[in-house]
Nanobody, 124 residues
């Protein structure tokens, strides 16, 4: 049974930091590309960051570049999203997702597995 379980969300003031975690099981994690997406109320789900199976390629949305860092641990089958200098516009539900190596990094429709999400709220 495939599981992606996110944790680490919460309420933080603007300028603060949070670290999201996503524990994966039930599929060959070490060969899957992993991604973080987010969805704010009334908006479409958008790509935040992604990393190849080896960690050799990492992509970030322009809106988070320089503030967010994607970390992957293929021993623990876990990925992390370190979020610094948070802004109110970062408020959203954050989702962890997995896609086979041939999948497009930024396109949510290509991802095979999804977690249920964790809420991040940044107050001004």
């Amino acid at each position: 049974q495939v599981q992606l379980v996110e944790s680490g969300g919460g309420l933080v003031q603007a300028g603060g930091s949070l670290r999201l975690s996503c524990a994966a099981s039930g599929f060959p994690f070490s060969i899957y590309r992993m991604g973080w997406f987010r969805q704010a109320p009334g908006k479409e789900r958008e790509f935040v960051a992604g990393m190849s199976w080896s960690g050799g390629t990492t992509n970030y949305a322009d809106s988070v570049k320089g503030r967010f860092t994607f970390v992957r641990d293929n021993v623990k089958n876990t990925v992390y999203l370190q979020m610094n200098s948070l802004k109110p516009e970062d408020t959203a539900v954050y989702y962890c997702a997995a896609v086979r190596p041939s999948g497009a990094a930024r396109a949510p429709q290509t991802y095979d597995y999804w977690g249920e999400g964790t809420q991040v709220t940044v107050s001004s």
